[in-house]
């Protein structure tokens, strides 16, 4: 059974930056794909940005030059760091990974983004 764990979360003004990290309990090595989401009550979950295991990446349109995506395979973890953050990013931050060989889906237990006035 694959755990990961999203860290990181916390208040933050507009403006400002947060860095969440995910923890894998196994090599990340053995997932194609990591990635982060985040879902409001309002909105559906949506994908935010992903990074392969070759270390390509993709970001929603939204975030794109803001937020940056990284794997580091030495700690099994996979990082994502946000700057000029919007108040409508207030949202629950989910860590996902495919594993490469089965193709089955693992999700983290999400990390809450909070904005301060």
């Known amino acids: 059974q694959v755990r990961l764990v999203e860290s990181g979360g916390g208040l933050v003004q507009p403006g400002g930056s947060l860095r969440l990290s995910c923890a894998a309990s196994r090599n990340i090595f053995a997932f194609a794909t990591m990635s982060w989401y985040r879902q409001t009550p309002r909105k559906d979950r949506e994908l935010v940005a992903a990074v392969t295991i070759g270390g390509a990446t993709n970001y929603a349109d939204s975030v794109r030059r803001r937020f940056t995506i990284s794997r580091d395979n030495a700690k099994n973890t996979v990082n994502l760091q946000m700057n000029s953050l919007k108040p409508e990013e207030q949202a629950v931050y989910y860590c996902?990974?495919?594993?490469?060989?089965?193709?089955?889906?693992?999700w983290g237990q999400g990390t809450q983004v909070t904005g301060s006035s």
């Open positions: 996902y990974a495919k594993e490469a060989y089965s193709g089955m889906d693992y």
